[in-house]
């Protein structure tokens, strides 16, 4: 029974769907927009949103809190700097998940993750 199993797996452990996760987030807030398979872009956006909930904050403890889990120091700085006060008025629902459709190789679904921009909406 999956009682209480909340998310998806990927078909990965915990620590190795943590490092994912982490790599995604990063590699989003670098681009502002990344291709990748449609399950991880799903799990993807809650965490990032968390994120750039967490940098709307500002503070010290924020910053070290998102430090844990963006550990490229310019990527944490645009993510404070850029990215959070671009949303400020915003009350939730920062990125958007667009399907592409199926990957050539492996008829995987794909689709774009990206930050949606504070004019939209």
Known sequence: MRHRKKGRNLSRTASHKKATMRNMATA???HERIETTTAKAKELRPYAEQLITLARR???HARRLAGRKIQDR???GKLFDDIAPRFEGRPG???RV???GHRKG???EMALIELVEQGEG
Do not use: N
């Open 58 to 60: 500002g503070d010290l």
């Open 93 to 95: 629902g920062y990125t």
């Open 28 to 30: 989003l807030f670098r």
């Open 74 to 76: 310019d990527v944490l």
């Open 106 to 108: 492996d008829a995987a």
């Open 98 to 100: 667009l399907k592409l």
